[in-house]
């Protein structure tokens, strides 16, 4: 019987229909250290951030017929490595757009709300000094009619422009590889017709210039921060940046500069350089907005994605 190690959990219902299909599904965590005397049991892996498939690891596992990662990125897997040795590599990209913009809108919502620092503030001295809490969180600022500059108009970027269309906001998405996309907005409304529009790309120079609020969703596996200190200066004073894509796609140090200073009013961040122990001089700032890194960890995407993953796997083994 084929055998799949999910190492990092998988959906039931994404188990279930991998079973159904007669493939057998371990769902025991096998450590990282231990998983080259052990993987080479079983035919495929299934990870997702918290376990790494490089070279040596695939080297070790000549049994090992398929790699599949939970999610969207694939930096923890050496995808070339797999590709010499025949090996194939799926992911996820679909099944947790709607989760990862949701999330990035929430940051945008908290920091111009400043429900971050409200929320840290009411429990301690919401009894005591609610007056002075209300004048100093009620500054906020509408999204409605503002500016917000998308990094990558892949499925998520397109995902997170279709929100904030919803919103009225201007959106201004970069992309080198997607010169146009359609944006269709449904109504859940049954005497009403949803709408289309066509999104193209801007130069990054000038999304810079005009954002008031910069969310990026593309792919980052190291190398030069998509978003560091050259890029920051570009931007408007007071205006804010959000990270759900990678950490380190945003230069960290960078960012505690302008956020120092105030030129950038605000960041939201979900991903940090050193996951899982980030840098405490960022978690401490009262103009972040925070989360651990669960951009995808919704009931639905976790859902969608083990659907997609054993779907994957099912048609590739089974073939």
Do not use: W
């Amino acid at each position: 019987m084929l055998k799949i190690l999910a190492n990092d959990g998988i959906h039931a219902d994404g188990k279930a229909m991998l079973e159904n299909a007669g493939i057998e599904v371990d769902t025991m965590k096998i450590p990282q250290e231990e998983l080259m005397d052990k993987l080479n049991d079983y035919d495929g892996i299934i990870v997702r951030s918290a376990t790494k498939v490089r070279a040596d690891l695939i080297d070790a596992c000549p049994n090992l017929k398929v790699i599949a990662r939970g999610g969207v990125g694939l930096d923890n897997i050496d995808v070339q490595h797999a590709s010499e040795k025949g090996i194939p590599v799926y992911n996820t990209p679909a099944a947790s757009s709607n989760s990862v913009a949701e999330l990035a809108l929430g940051h945008m919502m908290n920091l111009s709300r400043f429900l971050h620092q409200s929320n840290r503030s009411m429990p301690t001295s919401g009894t005591t000094d609610f007056k002075v809490l209300k004048k100093s969180f009620g500054g906020g600022v509408e999204l409605a009619g503002k500016t917000l500059g998308i990094i990558g108009l892949g499925r998520i970027g397109q995902e997170m422009a279709r929100i904030a269309l919803a919103l009225r906001m201007k959106v201004l998405p970069v992309d080198p590889m997607v010169k146009e996309a359609n944006i269709n907005i449904e109504m859940y409304s049954s005497d009403e017709v949803g709408l289309s529009i066509k999104l193209k790309s801007v130069t990054m120079e000038k999304m810079l210039a005009e954002a008031d609020y910069l969310t990026i969703h593309v792919p980052f596996s190291g190398g030069k921060p998509i978003i560091g200190s050259e890029e920051i200066a570009q931007m408007k004073k007071g205006s804010f940046i959000i990270n759900t894509s990678r950490g380190g796609a945003v230069d960290e140090d960078a960012l505690f500069e302008a956020l120092q200073s105030g030129h950038i009013a605000g960041a939201g961040l979900d991903v940090f350089v050193n996951e899982p122990t980030p840098d405490e001089r960022l978690l401490k700032m009262d103009n972040i907005s925070l989360s651990p890194h669960i951009g995808a960890a919704t009931h639905e995407a976790q859902r969608n994605i083990g659907i997609e993953l054993a779907e994957k796997l099912i048609d590739f083994l089974l073939e």
